[in-house]
């Protein structure tokens, strides 16, 4: 296999400006241009069974199941690279926990002109229901999955915090399992990877930590939509590899402002649940009325104190896309500390100035919906068309809180294979940091996903996107 | 760590089904096995025995008809259909089992949906014996690697009571035009216990001319005959009480169903079977009603379905 292409225009991941591949790099190069067509395809085949096999899957809207797409060539992340960017993510998980708890207890931040009241208030993931709440340990986001990309210099930068219900990390794990069954040499290529089958373990510490009742060994359930959410593969997962029990809306009541599930010997308590469902879905009596997802009375049950559920209720307020340019403030608001990574170059377009010259600048600009996720609801300037930036522009006039407007990264490139080919394809990287009493874990590496579709920059797995095993190097 | 003590009923639900329909795919291919092998023998049983005691309302008569209905497609009775219930039962309890057995039962599915459709009727033993094996896979993953904790007999109960409920069908529907037992039917009744997977254990434990009336006590209410009506309802009340309900209401009627078998007089069955039989299915029905009250509790799962009570 030849894995050389034209690798200019963007930063590569594998290549350097002569075109020689990065030190941590050279063997697995060396490796795979041993490999031939029909071997790569055999390896293909290989991890498609496999992936059938075991079942991991997501489900597309109105789709059967399909396998998550696994790109056969790892990311290497260098262990100096990773110890920086751990630093980084953990001080932006920090910043962002105080903050949460900030808005709903002293609101010191607002007071101090650190973030805009109206901004705050009106943010999509502010839940008033929570105001005057603390959380064991004062965490809210106890599973935080921050999305990085790297810029033409190669550069982390942060693209969006998610607080709310992350999703992705049993992926990083089965992936790691199906690159060591389709490529058992390139783990004794003289490579030393870290392990990623740690985060269950670390994730259960977590959780265990946030009892509201400091008993030692707390009931923990995972709670999920039920099979017919897309993600359900993950917390089938999750709670296996954790060792709880996996739960639905319908198997837990409310009594007393204690949580139950129903058990084949009766009610059974509850103290921590790591739910798996949006906030609007968790509690029929306080927010959606509609939702049979949740649990009526659950949110009584929390703030009583009787069941600490994470992420808490209310996180969506710090990951809100017009509160991300404030992020950097925030930390050194905080922590008296420099940001170690660094934001995309944002336009809040609900400040008129800032709206005006974004206004102008659509075609080179990617603008997003703020309460959208998933890569939908969004511009990317340089690749609309006309039509497409008036109707946008449109748009952001009518309600420009709605908007931010970023420029546009040229997000780094890593090679793929596909069908007898080897070409470039942008990437970013969603690593996982788990928030308990005891501080952060961050899990090495994370989730590489990568637009499979040549020249797109959009990575969503519900938007034809795959992911690449994420390597972390020891020293 | 703690050990999980305490089961969601949902879920044991989910587990009783996911035993239940594996069972079913089980012995649905005794069925087809026996009456291929029989069929072209005198008296052999008409193709639309098989129907009815899968409980499928089909007019056709013809082998065709049976293993396009039950094999190939893909209707609420057929193979296909009871292995793809097993595997949602088994998705929604996917964290309850071990990774051999979710991909035993995930395995069988997509070959079977991939060779089913395929399949050459003219020599589907192929197809069967691939079943055969799945089968016996699922299962032996399931004993080798299996936690023994409610779970674990949660599934056996769902799995003994399908078979009784199977074994009674089959004997009450095999069993018609049969209520002479003599010489000239003897060849029946032995074809009866093929049927029941029993020659073999018929011919250990029995010595001398088989009468019919052995064979019907055999088959009813041997106490070492794994298939045997008395054998499974014995062995689902020992799974009841294994998963902590042997003070249910369940659990005592599956006591008093064994002891009416045990306590049968092979006479009486030849005399009036479709009474006895009809009987001991309405009790298992109970018994599910029970279970499903007392235990499972809230409204029944999406996962399950009842064979139609048109016997």
Redesign the interface.
Known sequence: MNLAYDHKAFYDEVFDETGQPRPHYRALVRRFTDLSEEDMNERGRLRDESFATLGITFTLANDLERPFPLDLIPRIIPAREWARLERGLVQRVRALNAFVDDVYNERHALHDGIVPWSLVLSAKGYRRPMAGYSPPSGVWAHVAGIDLVRDENGEYCVLEDNLRVPSGVSYVLENRGAMSRVFPRLFSDGYRVRSVDTYPTALRRALASISPRGITDPTVVVLTPGIFNSAYFEHAFLARQMGVELVEGRDLVVLDHSLFMHTTHGLQRVDVIYRRIDDEFVDSVVFRHDSMLGVPGLLSAVRAGNVTMANAIGTGVADDKAIYPFVPALIRYYLGEQPILKNVTTYLLENQEERDTALKRMDQLVVKAVGEAGGYGMLIGPRATEKEIVDFRKRVQQDPRNYIAQEVVKLSRAPVYNEGRVYPAHVDLRPFVVTGAHGSFVLSGGLTRVALVEGSLVVNSSQGGGSKDTWVLEK | ??V?L???????ENIYWLGRYIERVDDTLRLLEVQEETASEADARPWSDVFQVSGVDHQGKRRGDVIEVLVRGDGSHSLRTCVRMAR?NA??V???LT?EV??AI??FY?GLERRAPRADLGTPDILYDWIRERCDLIWGTIDNTLVRD?GWAWLSVGRQIERTNMAARTLLVMMGGLIEPDERTMHNWLTLLRFVSGSHAFRRVSSGTPRATDIIAFVMRSPVFPRSLAYSVKEAHAALKA???QETRAARRLMRLHAELDFLNPSQVTARPDTLLKQLLRGLDAVHSDLQEE????EPVLMSREYNSAL
């Open positions: 760590m703690a999980i305490l089961m969601l009923a949902r879920i044991a949602e998705r929604v996917r964290d309850r990774l979710w991909t995930n395995g997509l409610e998963a902590g309900h235990i499972f509790g809230l």
